[in-house]
T-cell receptor, first 113, second 114 residues
Framework: AQSVTQPDIHITVSEGASLELRCNYS??????LFWYVQSPGQGLQLLLK??????LVQGIKGFEAEFKRSQSSFNLRKPSVHWSDAAEYFC???????????FGAGTRLFVKA | ETGVTQTPRHLVMGMTNKKSLKCEQH?????MYWYKQSAKKPLELMFV???????ENNSVPSRFSPECPNSSHLFLHLHTLQPEDSALYLC?????????????FGPGTRLTVL
């Protein structure tokens, strides 16, 4: 069965420090992979996506993610975190040729000054 | 208006009330979704409409009734809800395409059932 695991419920980093949010997935075929961000009281906004090709994908707000098929991972990174990055981050796997998207439980990011 | 809009943003209702949530997308997409987001639980897909036909119905109780009158509008009709139905209800849209199901989300309706 398809599934997405985000092992960290919450993470705290200092402003200016680097960030890595972990995501592992289980999917039978080549997955469509997404990272979304949700600020309090808001809907989800797409940060980046991977469908095929280069395994390192760039997104908005200075985020990037790397697809590693051997590890079934799609970790999100940012070299220098800003206080405005504090939010909840969701990794997701999209169904190939279908409509179903499976979301992870989310990782809440706290940024300290 | 741009993107995906949802009204109302907040709703408080009693268990015997009937209310409706509205979603409108201004992106020219042909698929629309309802999700339920509860605290400490992953996002739950409730319904999917493609070209105004329901293509997914994930074992949602009948007290939730979706309606998609056209490709731009999606409703979720609510009746005799339970307190455990309190959650953030998110609408999303996408363009049906072979290699993508990237979804665009609205801001959500925060529902409280008393």
């Amino acid at each position: 069965a398809q599934s997405v695991t985000q092992p960290d419920i919450h993470i705290t980093v200092s402003e200016g420090a680097s960030l890595e949010l972990r995501c592992n997935y289980s999917y039978g075929a080549t997955p469509y992979l997404f990272w979304y961000v949700q600020s309090p009281g808001q809907g989800l906004q797409l940060l980046l996506k991977y469908f095929s090709g280069d395994t390192l994908v760039q997104g908005i707000k200075g985020f990037e993610a790397e697809f590693k098929r051997s590890q079934s991972s799609f970790n999100l990174r940012k070299p220098s975190v800003h206080w405005s990055d504090a939010a909840e981050y969701f990794c997701a796997v999209g169904e190939t040729g279908g409509f179903k998207t499976i979301f992870g439980a989310g990782t809440r990011l706290f940024v300290k000054a | 208006e741009t993107g995906v809009t949802q009204t109302p943003r907040h709703l408080v209702m009693g268990m015997t009330n009937k209310k409706s949530l509205k979603c409108e997308q201004h992106l020219g997409h042909n698929a629309m979704y309802w999700y339920k987001q509860s605290a400490k639980k992953p996002l739950e897909l409730m319904f999917v409409y493609s070209l105004e036909e329901r293509v997914e119905n994930n074992s949602v109780p009948s007290r939730f009734s979706p309606e998609c009158p056209n490709s731009s509008h999606l409703f979720l009709h609510l009746h005799t809800l339970q307190p455990e139905d309190s959650a953030l209800y998110l609408c999303a849209s996408s363009q049906e395409r072979e290699n993508s199901n990237e979804q665009f989300f609205g801001p959500g309706t925060r529902l409280t059932v008393l």
